[in-house]
């Protein structure tokens, strides 16, 4: 991302970014469009999809490097299956193909994970760490493509990336546990940063598996998940933004969500009312929205950001430097 595109993430100018949700009751899950959206093209809060880069098969590639990224890859397949069930594109429809087999493909047989071939230090992750967030997001993939060609090794691939969250995190699985607490970790190593966006985007690919297999393991791992998100929420709400995590850097200072997060957490919380039935999401959602229209707020949201310059200047934000969940 480019040091501009930073700055104007974290010093918005305009505030009237906004992200589209969905959910239909009446649709089985992981047949219809995906519960967010994204924007696929170059501007601020844009994918850097639109017009790749790809490998010969047609995988979204990301970065200088040119890596396979599994979320971008998910979040990609995801954003292309809505076009085709919108306008009937076929190549929106090659594209959502080519994404789901290599999320098929790329899965370690013997655990279900995919491995992120980079590292990433803000949170200590080493390359080859693992994310709930990719399982969670390969597996509405993997769904939807078997609605698409069924018997093609989608709904194995699919329950394959459920196992490990059967797991927690010391034992080779992407769930942290303490009490009975349990959240599905977007980073899945021993600092637990505990990143709101990442649990949600997991906990959806669980729950439209369970509701696809009716299997009693993803059902209680999806239960207590939902208690635990809605005991969670105060912490993190400030009283006038939310967190993007819990982690804090070496100073105190919280890690706020970025405008564009920020979003993303009031579409994802109006998708879990509606999908769980629980009002206190929508309530939360519903503050977080009315943070946006006060200027106070705003105001705060980018004091906020100048007072991590120099944490993020020295990498104070980061584990190395001191950071902690």
Request: glycine share 12%; aromatic share 12%; charged share 20%.
């Amino acid at each position: 991302m480019s040091a501009l595109r930073r700055l104007a993430l974290g010093f918005p100018v305009a505030w009237s970014h906004r992200r589209a949700f969905h959910f239909d009751e009446r649709e089985a899950p992981a047949t219809g469009r995906y519960f967010v959206e994204w924007d696929p093209g170059h501007g601020v809060y844009g994918e850097d999809w639109d017009g790749g880069p790809f490998d010969g098969e047609g995988v979204l590639l990301s970065g200088s490097a040119r890596r396979y990224h599994p979320i971008r890859i998910a979040q990609f397949a995801l954003h292309r299956f809505g076009v085709w069930l919108d306008s009937g594109d076929p190549a929106a429809r090659r594209d959502f193909l080519a994404q789901a087999r290599w999320l098929r493909d790329a899965q370690r047989p013997d655990t279900g994970l995919y491995h992120f071939e980079f590292p990433w230090s803000k949170y200590g992750a080493g390359a080859g760490w693992t994310s709930a967030m990719a399982q969670g997001e390969a597996i509405s993939v993997l769904l939807r493509a078997d609605t698409l060609e069924p018997s093609n090794g989608w709904s194995a691939a699919a329950i394959g990336a459920a196992r490990p969250f059967a797991r927690e995190i010391g034992h080779g699985g992407v769930v942290w546990r303490g009490g009975d607490d349990v959240f599905l970790e977007e980073i899945a190593n021993q600092h637990a940063p505990h990143v709101l966006n990442g649990c949600i985007f997991a906990l959806w690919g669980i729950w439209e598996l369970q509701a696809r297999t009716g299997d009693a393991g993803l059902a209680g791992v999806v239960a207590s998940t939902v208690a635990t998100l809605l005991r969670w929420l105060p912490r993190f709400d400030t009283g006038w933004w939310s967190l993007y995590s819990l982690m804090a850097d070496a100073g105190g200072q919280p890690h706020v969500a970025t405008l564009k997060y920020h979003e993303f957490h009031i579409a994802q919380l109006s998708v879990l009312a509606k999908m769980f039935g629980e009002r206190a999401f929508e309530d939360v959602a519903q503050r977080w929205r009315s943070y946006e229209e006060r200027h106070e707020c705003r105001r705060r949201v980018i004091g906020s950001s100048l007072r991590s310059l120099p944490g993020r200047f020295f990498g104070r934000d980061t584990v190395a430097g001191g950071a902690r969940a």
